[in-house]
């Protein structure tokens, strides 16, 4: 188990007077990751995530992606406190393998960033693990896009005249 240190590079490459942005699932993908195997518990999911602060959780074998587990997995899998202690299923009774998502869009990690996006806008959902030649090599979440949005507006802010009547 590793742990999970999102990184948002963007690489700049000057041509004549502007600058150009170059966008890479490479450059944004978080590539030390936390991941459990399938016969973890989902106790062990919910404290990683609690404690490492992410929702998505990878199940590997060895190197090898076989399923995902995400915080709604996770809690739509717990049992709820109001059921009768005696009927109570208790999360370090339940394995992950019995609750992961073993059908996972995922994509290559020299495809295009914008392809990404347009895949995680279209079909609403968080992240997609980063497979290439059958090995699980990074994760990058909608989050990610964020960060991406983020530094383009500050680049757009530096770019742009100040306009003194909202200064």
Known sequence: MVRFVPRAR????KEGKRKRIMFSIESIM?????????????????TLMHTNRIHHLPIVEGNILVGLVTLTTVLAATDSFLRDQENRIHANEVLIKDVMVTDI????????????????????IGCLPIVTDGILRGIITDTDFVGVAINLLELTEETEPVDQEYA
């Open 30 to 46: 978080s590539t030390d990751l936390i991941t459990l195997p399938p016969a973890a518990t989902l106790a062990e999911a919910r």
């Open 105 to 124: 869009a995922t994509i290559d990690e020299h495809a295009s960033l914008r392809q990404a996006a347009l895949f995680i806008e279209k079909h609403q």
């Open 10 to 13: 963007l690489n700049l490459k």
